[in-house]
Nanobody, 121 residues
Framework: QVQLVESGGGLVNPGGSLKLSCASS????????VGWFRQAPGRTRVAISC????????YYQDYAKGRFTISRDRTTNTVYLQIDRLNAEDTAVYYC??????????????WGQGTQVTVSS
């Protein structure tokens, strides 16, 4: 089964950048569309972006266009989320998940522990 592990979070200054990683400790992600999600304190989990399985087509929520970049390393099948110009509103737990790309990144399967991103000076 796909067992996802998120990493790369941490404490960062406003305006800084961070690159999060999503890797599978089980079945390879090569044939899965993968999405990134986040959940801020007191908020529901929302989608950010996802990348297709068969090619590198991507989808971004409107608010995420520009500062967020999703990518996949085909040699390791690690899926990344680059976040630039971080601000306090980006503080959240970030999760990755297998998704249905054609359904606008609708997730399926179980959630991992996520990785905490805290933006503070």
């Amino acid at each position: 089964q796909v067992q996802l592990v998120e990493s790369g979070g941490g404490l960062v200054n406003p305006g800084g950048s961070l690159k999060l990683s999503c890797a599978s400790s089980g079945v390879s992600l090569a044939n899965f569309a993968v999405g990134w999600f986040r959940q801020a304190p007191g908020r529901t989990r929302v989608a950010i972006s996802c990348i297709k399985d068969t090619d590198d087509s991507t989808y971004y929520q409107d608010y995420a266009k520009g500062r967020f970049t999703i990518s996949r390393d085909r040699t390791t099948n690690t899926v990344y989320l680059q976040i630039d110009r971080l601000n306090a509103e980006d503080t959240a737990v970030y999760y990755c998940a297998t998704v249905h790309f054609k359904s606008r990144c609708t997730p399926f399967g179980s959630w991992g522990q996520g990785t905490q991103v805290t933006v503070s000076s």
